[in-house]
C-alpha cells in the first residue's frame, strides 16, 4: 500500500508560480504511476499530469501544457508539480494518485488509481 501526503499549496497571484511535493511512503515507488489530478469547485476531477511507472515518460493536460511539469525522485519517493504563470482558472484542490497496477491507455482516467491524498489547496487571485 502507499500513503500520501502533499504539500506546497496556497495563495499566489496571477502569473505567479508554486511547486507543489507528494511524499509516498511504502516500497517500490518507481514502480507506481504517479500523477496529479485537481478539483475546483462544483466540477470534477481533472486530469493534470502523470508520471508512469518504470519509465521516463510523463503526460499533461491540455490546460496545462507548457506550464506544468511533473517530476519524480524516485529516492526520496516523492513526485512534484511545478507551476508556472499560474491563472485564476488553476484555483483548485490539488490531488496526488498513485497506481502500480494501471495501463498506459488509462493514466488520464482518475477512477483507475488507487492510492490518493488528502490534498492541497491552490488558489491564484486575479
Known amino acids: 500500500q502507499a500513503h500520501l501526503v502533499e504539500s506546497g499549496g496556497g495563495l499566489v497571484q496571477t502569473g505567479g508560480s508554486l511547486r507543489l511535493s507528494c511524499a509516498a511512503s511504502?516500497?517500490?515507488?518507481?514502480?507506481?504511476?504517479m500523477a496529479w489530478f485537481r478539483q475546483a469547485p462544483g466540477k470534477e476531477r481533472e486530469f493534470v499530469a502523470a508520471?508512469?511507472?518504470?519509465?521516463?515518460?510523463?503526460y499533461q493536460g491540455d490546460s496545462v501544457k507548457g506550464r506544468f511539469t511533473i517530476s519524480r525522485d524516485n529516492a526520496k519517493n516523492t513526485v512534484y508539480l511545478q507551476m508556472n504563470n499560474l491563472l485564476p482558472e488553476d484555483t483548485a484542490v490539488y490531488y496526488c494518485?498513485?497506481?502500480?497496477?494501471?495501463?498506459?491507455?488509462?493514466?488520464?482516467?482518475?477512477?483507475?488509481?488507487?492510492?490518493w491524498g488528502q490534498g492541497t489547496q491552490v488558489t491564484v487571485s486575479s
Open positions: 511504502g516500497r517500490s515507488f518507481s514502480g507506481y504511476t
Open positions: 508520471s508512469f511507472r518504470g519509465t521516463n515518460n510523463i
Open positions: 494518485g498513485a497506481s502500480a497496477r494501471l495501463i498506459l491507455s488509462s493514466v488520464r482516467d482518475s477512477a483507475r488509481y488507487d492510492y
